[in-house]
């Protein structure tokens, strides 16, 4: 029997047990093997798809390959980002500092690739020695004549400054350096949308078709100049909510841009989010040309999900993602599939995300913070799921257990968001969770008939 540990009870709930709200917003239990990443993870995979600027890793090079090119976000032109460029410090750098060969790399690369701006990541170890990034970084730009922006992304500063907070403020530097001349006034900035896959793509061709036009996608197929000239748009529509709320609470507040979170992920939520913007600007023409693509589109996909629904229907479902936004979207694309989501979990959310998982799952549903392998696969096996979807770090325990994965991580190659999206997440739950090789498997070859056994 698979036990919890005691220090985390609180961030375990189940839907109907109890009404107290479920503890998040706090440190991981030491031991407990938790499924985040580390603060530099998170800046780097946040600013990563801005394609035309240089990211440099000042710190060891198991930090750079650690995250090197895991995102699928694709670049309709530059590809310097795909490269991961390190100052890979030794023990002779710790010992003595690491600042001069940081602007020798820096310099040498800047010359060489003349990017649009330069974002250098601190890790663990430079905040161990104490390295002034951001002395370095200053002289390099005055050098230079470009943006050099250090990214305070060492694990062990000893604040609540999280990676996505790194990253928004130094992504923030570039923010009202550029023009808006060619801004117009029915017009938005999409936060948090890392195109995936090209899903950047797909949404900038809805609102493109409705009259919308989008300014920066942040940073999703991103360029320097895009993030210049933002703050000259008039609406904010935040993807992902973990990543990118702290920027646009500082676009804002400076700016006077409201936002609103929306999501891209299935039917429901891409439809809604298309709304939300045409009703924002109360264009007449606008929202009758969103209700016209809408409807289409729904057209296109539903005979298609209508019969994945039938051949899913009783199929549960685990989740395990980093925001809680990402969650609400899951369980409410599985409902459309007919699929049960009996474990649903997030790494980054907070007690108003959990109050709203909490009112949109199903009685019973296992609701976890910040969870780690043990506890996930001690849930797997109670609720006996059919389909376990999460990113790489779940993908082994998915496998050992015997239960089939859907990868819905940055690492993945299919896209996933807006109405195309929809139908490749159906047929990818459909030949996952319906696969006969999992008859086999040890959990369930005792309930398998002679019928399905294998045949000599």
């Given at each position: 029997m698979i036990e919890?540990?005691?220090?985390?009870?609180?961030?375990?709930?189940?839907?109907?047990?109890?009404?107290?709200?479920?503890?998040?917003?706090?440190?991981?239990?030491?031991?407990?093997?938790?499924?985040?990443?580390?603060?530099?993870?998170?800046?780097?995979?946040v600013l990563y798809p801005i394609a035309d600027a240089?990211?440099?890793v000042h710190g060891p090079i198991g930090c750079a390959v650690y995250n090197w090119d895991i995102r699928g976000a694709l670049s309709s032109g530059p590809q310097l980002h795909r490269n991961s460029f390190c100052t890979d410090l030794q023990e002779m750098d710790v010992i003595y500092g690491g600042e001069k060969k940081l602007k020798q790399a820096l310099c040498e690369l800047i010359d060489y690739y003349k990017p649009k701006a330069a974002f250098v990541y601190s890790t663990c170890i430079v905040g161990v020695i104490g390295d002034d990034v951001q002395a370095v970084c200053k002289q390099v730009e005055q050098e230079k004549g470009i943006e050099v922006i250090a990214v305070a992304s060492e694990g062990f500063r000893?604040?609540?400054?999280?990676?996505?907070?790194?990253?928004?403020?130094?992504a923030y530097n570039l923010v009202?350096?550029?023009?808006?001349?060619?801004?117009?006034?029915?017009?938005?900035?999409?936060?948090?949308?890392f195109n995936i896959a090209g899903e950047s793509w797909l949404i900038r061709r809805y609102f493109e078709e409705v009259g919308i036009q989008i300014v920066a996608t942040i940073t999703g197929d991103g360029r320097v100049d895009d993030l210049r000239r933002c703050h000259g748009a008039k609406l904010n529509l935040?993807?992902?909510?973990?990543?990118?709320?702290?920027?646009?609470?500082?676009?804002?507040?400076?700016?006077?841009?409201?936002?609103?979170?929306?999501?891209?992920?299935?039917?429901?939520?891409?439809?809604?989010?298309?709304?939300?913007?045409?009703?924002?600007?109360?264009?007449?023409?606008?929202?009758?040309?969103?209700?016209?693509?809408?409807?289409?589109?729904?057209a296109r996909v539903h005979p298609e999900l209508k019969n994945y629904r039938a051949k899913l229907a009783g199929k549960k479902a685990a989740l395990y993602v980093g925001g809680a936004f990402k969650a609400f979207s899951l369980v409410r694309a599985l409902r459309t599939l007919g699929v049960k989501t009996v474990l649903a979990g997030t790494q980054t959310g907070n007690a108003e995300d959990y109050a709203m998982l909490r009112e949109i799952c199903d009685e019973g549903t296992v609701i976890v913070d910040d969870s780690n392998p043990v506890e996930l696969a001690k849930f797997i096996l109670e609720l006996d799921v059919d389909l376990f979807i999460g990113g790489v770090k779940e993908r082994p325990i998915a496998y050992k257990l015997g239960v089939g994965f859907c990868d819905h991580n940055h690492e993945r190659k299919i896209p996933l968001a807006g109405f195309e999206g929809m139908l490749n997440f159906a047929r990818e739950v459909y030949g996952t969770a319906v696969s006969p090789v999992w008859k086999y498997v040890p959990r369930r070859a005792k309930g398998a008939t002679a019928a399905d056994a294998p045949q000599p």
């Open positions: 919890i540990l005691a220090q985390r009870q609180g961030q375990v709930h189940r839907k109907g047990e109890s009404a107290a709200p479920l503890v998040c917003d706090r440190k991981s239990v030491a031991g407990s093997v938790t499924q985040r990443a580390c603060a530099f993870c998170g800046s780097r995979v240089l990211h440099v000893g604040t609540k400054k999280t990676g996505y907070q790194a990253a928004c403020e130094a009202g350096t550029g023009s808006t001349a060619a801004v117009g006034p029915h017009s938005i900035n999409i936060l948090g949308d935040v993807q992902c909510s973990g990543s990118m709320t702290h920027l646009a609470k500082l676009l804002e507040r400076d700016h006077k841009i409201p936002m609103r979170r929306v999501s891209f992920f299935g039917l429901e939520d891409t439809a809604a989010a298309l709304y939300e913007a045409a009703k924002f600007f109360g264009d007449p023409g606008i929202l009758a040309r969103t209700q016209a693509l809408v409807s289409r589109e729904i």
